[in-house]
């Protein structure tokens, strides 16, 4: 190991996580395209993003926490690149809401020239929809109460609230699947059942890596790791996670309400 030295900056040792999240992600996305259906590949792929997920969260955890190699310079570079991610899955998501307004806009032949699509009979927006706009609404609540706690140095209530969002998150994904079985279209029917499950599917994805960020803030919190004044951990997942509250009020109002 390199002898530690307190410094404004960090040089990373060799590891081998970003070649393995790359190549469990490259695995993701070709399963995905070549076995769809296969829930053991999908399960295995899963398993793989999660466990690399965990390993290298480690290694960062042991350097700051324990090594002391992140000081302020070095944890406001990492704040403006997770500011960087969210603003690369901004534009991820945007191009799933440009699609369904140049549809929507103007609906081709092909669809019947209206909107919703010939013989698709859209989810009704007021029933499962509202109530996960409530539930995830009120999980960007309670995390926000959480990290004010934690900044009050009250871990007991932020481990309370942080609880409580993570029971939320779950609930919301519940209800999604509960939504997906009872739809009465699907992603093969037309541009809209497409544009429909691509964008709600990938926003669901977003809200599970959301829950398991916040289940691994929430283990840190239990091993007394989190201060009032270091916590970037916990301050990335709530960043993540309003951000994932945005796109589904965007979805909600443009998918579901908008296009019922």
């Given amino acids: 190991m390199k002898m530690m030295k307190m410094s404004d900056f960090h040089l990373v040792d060799i590891s081998p996580w970003p070649l393995m999240m790359s190549l469990a992600t490259a695995n993701a996305i070709l399963s995905l395209y070549i076995k769809m259906n296969f829930l053991p590949c999908l399960l295995l792929?899963?398993?793989?993003?999660?466990?690399?997920?965990?390993?290298?969260?480690?290694?960062?955890?042991?350097?700051?926490?324990?090594?002391?190699?992140?000081?302020?310079?070095v944890q406001l570079s990492l704040k403006y690149g997770m500011i960087l991610f969210i603003t690369s899955e901004i534009m991820f998501f945007l191009s799933f809401f440009w699609t369904f307004f140049h549809s929507a806009l103007n609906p081709t032949n092909e669809i019947g020239n209206s909107w919703p699509s010939w013989g698709v009979e859209p989810i009704n927006p007021f029933g499962i929809p509202l109530l996960n706009t409530l539930v995830l609404v009120s999980s960007g609540a309670s995390v926000t109460y959480a990290h004010h706690s934690m900044l009050n140095q009250n871990f007991n209530h932020s481990f309370l609230w942080v609880v409580t969002t993570i029971f939320l998150g779950g609930y919301f994904t519940i209800l999604q699947l509960m939504e997906y079985s009872t739809s009465s279209f699907s992603i093969m029917d037309s541009v809209y059942g497409s544009i429909f499950f691509i964008s709600t599917g990938f926003h669901g994805i977003h809200v599970l890596v959301g829950t398991l960020m916040i289940i691994y803030s929430l283990a840190r919190?239990?091993?007394?790791?989190?201060?009032?004044?270091?916590?970037?951990?916990f301050e990335f997942s709530c960043w993540y996670w309003h951000f994932v509250d945005l796109i589904w009020l965007f979805l909600f109002l443009s998918i579901y309400w908008w296009g019922y």
């Avoid at 993003?49 to 302020?72: A, C, K, N």
């Avoid at 919190?221 to 951990?233: D, I, K, P, T, V």
């Fill in 45 to 73: 792929m899963s398993a793989s993003m999660i466990f690399v997920f965990l390993q290298w969260s480690r290694d960062i955890m042991r350097e700051s926490t324990y090594q002391g190699m992140h000081p302020f310079k």
């Fill in 221 to 233: 919190l239990c091993n007394f790791q989190f201060s009032s004044a270091h916590h970037l951990m």
